[in-house]
């Protein structure tokens, strides 16, 4: 497709459960991005890839948060055992350009809301 | 890190009237975007601006780098312009985009 798109749409999981989210990220694009929003705020950064290296993971919560891009195209971000608090919307992004250069306009998917009841 | 402020919070335009939205950010940037989430939660591009002017249809941005400043106009306001505004910047040798609190927008017919 021409954007980045992710799956599930939308997901319910109870508490404890262990939930995997897919992002496809726009063909060509070496920089892959996730993000977190919460409810009525602003996207927060997770984590970030270049190619198959994950460079950045400072974003992430806890050690409950993984996330894999082993080919250097599609991700996953896991969570395990769940909690209410991980409810929210994950997002996914991707850049055509490699860091540090002067273009790097990350374009965004649709997302995937997350439920832990 | 950087702090990224948006304003203001709440916008109610009526059809027709203009705005402004400003983001306003603590650092030096390499890049900035505004974006609009529309009420599916999508976000959709609208700019990308680290410096100067651009402008495409009833909206346009201005970004004065030095001093750490962005505004969005939107002119001839349409109920489809109704949703949320983000500014987001990445800071000089970064990776990560960090958002404003965004600039909720509801237009009435």
């Known amino acids: 497709g021409a954007g980045v798109s992710q799956s599930p749409r939308y997901k319910v999981a109870k508490r404890g459960q262990d939930v995997a989210l897919r992002c496809d990220p726009i063909s060509g694009h070496v920089s892959l991005f996730w993000y977190q929003q919460a409810l009525g705020q602003g996207p927060e950064f997770l984590t970030y890839f270049q190619n198959e290296a994950q460079l950045d993971k400072s974003g992430l919560p806890s050690d409950r948060f993984f996330a894999e891009r082993p080919e250097g195209s599609v991700s996953t971000l896991k969570i395990q055992r769940t909690q209410q608090e991980d409810s929210a919307v994950y997002l996914c992004?991707?850049?055509?350009?490699?860091?540090?250069?002067?273009?790097?306009?990350?374009?965004f998917g649709p997302g995937t809301r997350l439920t832990v009841l | 890190g950087i702090q990224v402020e948006q304003s203001p919070p709440d916008l109610i335009l009526q059809e027709g009237a203009n705005s402004t939205l400003r983001c306003n950010f603590s650092d030096s940037v390499n890049n900035l975007q505004w974006f609009h989430q529309n009420p599916w939660g999508q976000l959709i591009n609208l700019f990308y601006?680290?410096?100067g002017t651009k402008q495409n249809g009833r909206l346009s941005a201005t970004t004065v780098a030095t001093e750490r400043y962005s505004l969005l106009y939107i002119s001839s306001s349409q109920t489809t312009d109704s949703g949320v505004y983000f500014c987001?910047?990445?800071?000089?040798?970064?990776?990560?985009?960090?958002f404003g609190g965004g600039t909720r927008v509801l237009v009435k017919p």
């Open positions: 987001a910047v990445l800071k000089a040798a970064g990776n990560k985009l960090t």
């Open positions: 601006i680290p410096s």
């Open positions: 992004a991707s850049s055509l350009v490699l860091y540090p250069t002067s273009y790097n306009e990350q374009f």
